[in-house]
Each structure stands twice: as C-alpha cells, then as structure tokens.
C-alpha cells in the first residue's frame, strides 16, 4: 500500500520520531547521489488551494519548473550550515533564517536553498515585527541576489504536511488549521519539491536502504 511521506516521518511513533536533521542530511545525500546521473531533475509543484476538491498542490506554471541536479557534491552543499558566512569570514548576512540546505556554485554564481519540513513545525513559524519566516526566507534569497548571485528559494515537503498533527493521527486534526501553510505558501508564490517524488526517483538505488527497508511505500504521489 504506497502511502505519502508523512507515514515515513512519522515512524517510529507519534511523538517519538527522528529530528529534521536527520532528514535534511538524507535529503542532501539524495541530491547529490541524483546529481551524479546525467539528466536527473525534480518537478517545482506551487501551492494552490482548492476547497471544492480539497487539492492544495499543482506543478508550477511560471520558472522554474525543474530543479536541475547538476554539479551538486559533498563540498558545494551544506547542511544548516551558517548563512551569514556564505560569502566569507564576515557575517555580511543578518539573517534569522537559516535553510536546512544551501547549494552554492562558486563557477556559476548561484545559490539555491532548500527548507526542509516533516512534521512538527509550521512553514510559516512565529510572525514578529510583521514578518513571518517566509517573509524572512524571501529577504534572504533578494539579499543574497543584491550581492550579485542567482538565487532560488524551494520548500522541500511532504504533500501529506498539515499544521495539526498529521494523517498518521487522525481524529485529532483541527480542520480550521489545516491548510494553514498551505494557504500562506500560495500567497508567497512559492517554490515547493515533494518529498514523495525524491522518494520515487531513489526507491531502487543503494542508499534507499539507508533510508528505509521498503522506501518504495512512501512514494505516493498526489493526483
């Protein structure tokens, strides 16, 4: 029975779940294992939410529409690395954001970030000063673009994501907060990579078993 990948990250149990570190360096080392495959890219998906249908995902229409894995090794990606050094010793950055993972091509001059979510945590975090933490990611990624570099900025996520608890718990989901990210993501325009469809294109590759025994069951894709 495939299942989406909140099943995954809600393993072992509930409460009782492996951090997102741990995730973002999985999804770093299928990234870079991509990489290494000549023509290997992910579809860029946007939010858009749908009450009739209760869809809240569709492929993106304006670029990009691939994240292309080209030239993505061990010494140009960082896990939650510390973005205010990205150029250099001095924190030219002030940033309160930091992504989860950060491609950065000194030959090409660009940057591209990766928030990575599971489960636990809302995309949207705490609004302060008027800004929440999409607000401050997109300040990030046109600060980054001031300094002279291209700059993309992508939500690596489960379809399956909702802000109270999840579809492994159900009965305790609060319908009125469901699709609260969801809805904030679409107001953003953002840039969204399924974690179903990383799943899918290393399900039969040797660092699936790494990750989980039966990968292939988490590889559920929306319609």
Same mark, same amino acid.
Request: aromatic share 10%; net charge negative.
């Given at each position: 029975?495939?299942?989406?990948?909140?099943?995954?990250?809600?393993?072992?149990?509930?409460?009782?779940?492996?951090?997102?570190?741990? =995730?973002?360096?999985?999804?770093?080392?299928?990234?870079?294992?991509?990489?290494?495959?000549?023509?290997?890219?992910?579809?860029?998906?946007?939010?858009?939410?749908?009450?009739?249908?209760?869809?809240?995902?569709?492929?993106?229409?304006?670029?990009?529409?691939?994240?292309?894995?080209?030239? =993505?090794?061990?010494?140009?990606?960082?896990?939650? @690395?510390?973005?205010?050094?990205?150029?250099?010793?001095?924190?030219?950055?002030?940033?309160?954001?930091?992504?989860?993972?950060?491609?950065?091509?000194?030959?090409?001059?660009?940057?591209?970030?990766?928030?990575?979510?599971?489960?636990?945590?809302?995309?949207?975090?705490?609004?302060?000063?008027?800004?929440?933490?999409?607000?401050?990611?997109? $300040?990030?990624?046109?600060?980054?673009?001031?300094?002279? #570099?291209?700059?993309?900025?992508?939500?690596?996520?489960?379809?399956?994501?909702?802000?109270?608890?999840? $579809?492994?718990?159900? @009965?305790?989901?609060?319908?009125?907060?469901?699709? $609260?990210? #969801?809805?904030?993501?679409?107001?953003?325009?953002?840039?969204?990579?399924?974690?179903?469809?990383?799943?899918?294109?290393?399900?039969?590759?040797?660092?699936?078993?790494?990750?989980?025994?039966?990968?292939? $069951?988490?590889?559920?894709?929306?319609?």
């Amino acid at each position: 029975m495939l299942k989406n990948a909140t099943y995954l990250f809600n393993q072992p149990r509930g409460n009782f779940h492996h951090s997102e570190s741990r =995730w973002s360096t999985t999804a770093q080392i299928a990234l870079i294992y991509l990489s290494s495959m000549k023509g290997s890219e992910l579809n860029v998906y946007q939010s858009k939410i749908n009450q009739d249908t209760t869809k809240w995902i569709t492929k993106a229409e304006e670029e990009p529409k691939k994240l292309l894995l080209e030239d =993505w090794r061990v010494d140009n990606t960082i896990v939650e @690395g510390n973005i205010k050094h990205i150029f250099g010793d001095d924190p030219i950055i002030d940033s309160q954001v930091f992504p989860n993972i950060i491609y950065k091509n000194e030959k090409s001059e660009e940057v591209k970030l990766i928030v990575v979510r599971t489960i636990g945590r809302t995309v949207r975090g705490r609004k302060k000063e008027g800004l929440d933490n999409i607000d401050r990611y997109i $300040q990030l990624a046109e600060k980054i673009q001031s300094e002279g #570099w291209k700059c993309d900025l992508y939500y690596l996520m489960s379809y399956g994501h909702e802000d109270e608890g999840n $579809q492994c718990e159900e @009965g305790i989901i609060d319908e009125v907060k469901r699709h $609260q990210d #969801w809805e904030r993501l679409e107001s953003a325009n953002a840039k969204i990579l399924l974690w179903e469809e990383l799943f899918s294109l290393i399900e039969d590759s040797e660092v699936s078993k790494y990750i989980d025994p039966n990968l292939v $069951q988490y590889t559920l894709m929306p319609d």
